[in-house]
T-cell receptor, first 114, second 113 residues
């Protein structure tokens, strides 16, 4: 099993530019989570999907952030326009149905907005 | 807001010693999970303990859960340099079908050879 795959691994962009982060969950997993990690705020859940449907997006900071899951094997997190305060590591994680199922994390995307 | 709070924030020990990290939480939970994060990597699941369990073992890991005190501890025995990482607890609230885990800020463990 290839695990959760995220791309790009690193992204450096200028303020105002659009940023798109990509995630391929583990095959057979029906939950997908987008997290953001910073030193100050730790790990924050942005949004999660179940069977490709967004369930809880209360963690999405503002309208500049959007996430989609067009099918069971692909999801995107888009920031438009990006700002320096968006600089963080963004993780995607997937899990199977069940209250006691663990999360499998990707390696993350290190985003730097200059 | 973060429900889980790990302590200590940082821990430095010698190889071979035991490392103990604690996690406190505020509301009732369905389960509590511990994850490890190596520098520059994603989080890796270590162990899950359900609310009706008090202790669980996995290799050199021992996790305890005290629901009356709303706290958990992770013990790593006979530590190795490879155990150097950040350790996070995450609580799964007893809230229907909500799969939103609440994360602590982590304990940074350094195991010195």
């Amino acid at each position: 099993d290839a695990g959760v795959i995220q791309s790009p691994r690193h992204e450096v962009t200028e303020m105002g530019q659009e940023v798109t982060l990509r995630c391929k969950p583990i095959s057979g997993h029906d939950y997908l989570f987008w997290y953001r990690q910073t030193m100050m705020r730790g790990l924050e859940l942005l949004i999660y999907f179940n069977n490709n449907v967004p369930i809880d997006d209360s963690g999405m900071p503002e309208d500049r952030f959007s996430a989609k899951m067009p099918n069971a094997s692909f999801s995107t997190l888009k920031i438009q326009p990006s700002e320096p305060r968006d600089s963080a590591v963004y993780f995607c994680a997937s899990a199977r149905t069940g209250r006691n199922e663990k999360l499998f994390f990707g390696s993350g995307t290190q985003l730097s907005v200059l | 807001s973060q429900q889980g709070e790990e302590d200590p924030q940082a821990l430095s020990i010698q190889e071979g010693e035991n490392a103990t990290m604690n996690c406190s939480y505020k509301t009732s939970i369905n389960n509590l999970q511990w994850y490890r994060q190596n520098s520059g990597r994603g989080l890796v699941h270590l162990i899950l303990i359900r609310s009706n369990e008090r202790e669980k073992h996995s290799g050199r890991l021992r996790v305890t859960l005290d629901t009356s005190k709303k706290s958990s501890s992770l013990l790593i025995t006979a530590s190795r340099a490879a155990d150097t990482a950040s350790y996070f607890c995450a609580t799964d609230l007893n809230a229907g079908n909500n799969r939103k885990l609440i994360w602590g800020l982590g304990t940074s463990l350094a195991v010195n050879p």
